[in-house]
Structures are given as structure tokens and as C-alpha cells.
């Protein structure tokens, strides 16, 4: 392990995977989502402003509904799909961060990364994220970085690779669209 600068790890579970697919589907298509709850916001004050005969207020607000419900309709799918291919077992995987690549270890499956493919980073509390592709992420659980110094790492990585960081915080719509709601009434 010499060799390594940092180590880590990740047991996925249901709730990583569905994290995982939720970064993913947050990161690579943010502008869709966006798309989908603006869409979906206008359609529901339309329809709720009384303008309109009552069946047509009743479609438009079904239809902002509908529209809201797409946010994070694909993230979710993902999510169950992955779930099924994985049939009940979680998979643990072992990160080495090198000079050049990250090397993976899943059972006994080895696969490389190198830094300069990598389109995106993200962070939030508990994982660290990257993207070898716009349509694939790896986790990282932070609490198994190894050494356990997290600017450490990120000042490694950035000089290894050029790309930003994102930092994800409350990422959920619907619990923004709940807490928009809670706070109103």
C-alpha cells in the first residue's frame, strides 16, 4: 500500500444506491430538473389562479403535478434498476488514489480510473463523489478515507485533476417543494 497516497471504501446499501443515482441524475441533469419544476411550478399557479373554467384549472394543475413528479422520475427508476441487477447483494469496493489513477477492487474485479478522465467531483457530509463519465459515478464513504485528513485529500486530487468541485447540499425537490409548503401555511 505504499504506493498509495490515500485509501477508502464504500458497502453500498439501498440507501447508497439510491444516493448514488440521486447525485448522478442531480449532477448530469441538473438543467432538466430545473426545466421540470419550472415548468411544473407555472402550470400549478396557472391553474390555481381561478382564470380558467374549473376543468381546465383541474388539467393544468394535474399536469404541474405530473411535471413535478418528473423531477427526479429517472434518478429513481435508476435507482430500482440498479437494485434489481444487484439482487440483494452490496457490493464493497476499495479505492487506492495513485499518482495517476485510482484503482478499484470489487470482489475480485480490479478496474482503473486515471485523473484526467474524471468530468466531475462532488462532496456532500458523509461521500465524495466522481464522475468518470457524464453517465457514471463512483461513491466514496469519507468516514473510510485513509489518511482521515479530507482538505488533505482534496488538495491532492485538484492537483491531479483540473476539474471543480461541487458541493451538493439539500438535493431533494419535493422536500424543498415540502418545506416551501410548510413554511407558506
Same mark, same amino acid.
Not at 477508502?8 to 432538466?32: E, F, G, M, P
Not at 391553474?47 to 383541474?58: E, K, M, Q, V
Given at each position: 500500500?505504499?504506493?498509495? $497516497? =490515500?485509501?477508502?471504501?464504500?458497502?453500498?446499501? #439501498? %440507501?447508497?444506491? *439510491? /444516493?448514488?443515482? %440521486?447525485?448522478?441524475?442531480?449532477?448530469?441533469? #441538473?438543467? #432538466?430538473?430545473?426545466?421540470?419544476?419550472?415548468?411544473? +411550478?407555472?402550470?400549478?399557479? @396557472?391553474?390555481?389562479?381561478? /382564470?380558467?373554467?374549473?376543468?381546465?384549472?383541474?388539467?393544468?394543475?394535474?399536469?404541474?403535478?405530473?411535471?413535478?413528479?418528473?423531477?427526479? =422520475?429517472?434518478?429513481?427508476?435508476?435507482?430500482?434498476?440498479?437494485?434489481?441487477?444487484?439482487?440483494? @447483494?452490496? &457490493? !464493497? *469496493?476499495? =479505492? @487506492?488514489?495513485?499518482?495517476? %489513477?485510482?484503482?478499484?477492487?470489487?470482489? $475480485? !474485479?480490479?478496474? $482503473?480510473?486515471?485523473?484526467?478522465?474524471?468530468?466531475?467531483?462532488?462532496?456532500? /457530509?458523509?461521500?465524495?463523489?466522481?464522475? &468518470? $463519465? !457524464?453517465?457514471?459515478?463512483?461513491?466514496?464513504?469519507?468516514?473510510?478515507?485513509? &489518511?482521515?485528513?479530507?482538505?488533505? +485529500?482534496?488538495?491532492?486530487? /485538484?492537483?491531479? @485533476?483540473?476539474?471543480?468541485?461541487?458541493?451538493?447540499?439539500?438535493?431533494?425537490?419535493? #422536500?424543498?417543494? =415540502?418545506? +416551501?409548503?410548510?413554511?407558506?401555511?
Amino acid at each position: 500500500m505504499d504506493q498509495y $497516497s =490515500y485509501t477508502a471504501a464504500i458497502t453500498h446499501s #439501498k %440507501q447508497t444506491v *439510491v /444516493r448514488l443515482n %440521486q447525485v448522478l441524475h442531480d449532477v448530469s441533469h #441538473k438543467w #432538466k430538473k430545473i426545466l421540470f419544476a419550472v415548468v411544473g +411550478f407555472l402550470l400549478l399557479m @396557472c391553474g390555481a389562479a381561478g /382564470r380558467f373554467d374549473p376543468r381546465i384549472s383541474t388539467v393544468l394543475i394535474a399536469l404541474g403535478c405530473w411535471s413535478l413528479l418528473l423531477i427526479n =422520475y429517472s434518478a429513481r427508476t435508476k435507482a430500482r434498476e440498479m437494485e434489481q441487477q444487484l439482487n440483494g @447483494c452490496c &457490493p !464493497e *469496493v476499495h =479505492y @487506492c488514489f495513485g499518482e495517476q %489513477q485510482i484503482d478499484m477492487q470489487i470482489k $475480485s !474485479e480490479h478496474e $482503473s480510473v486515471k485523473y484526467s478522465s474524471i468530468v466531475h467531483w462532488a462532496v456532500d /457530509r458523509s461521500y465524495i463523489y466522481f464522475f &468518470p $463519465s !457524464e453517465s457514471s459515478i463512483f461513491m466514496i464513504d469519507r468516514s473510510t478515507l485513509d &489518511p482521515d485528513d479530507f482538505s488533505a +485529500f482534496q488538495a491532492f486530487i /485538484r492537483a491531479r @485533476c483540473t476539474v471543480n468541485w461541487i458541493m451538493l447540499g439539500l438535493t431533494n425537490i419535493e #422536500k424543498l417543494i =415540502y418545506a +416551501f409548503h410548510k413554511r407558506k401555511s
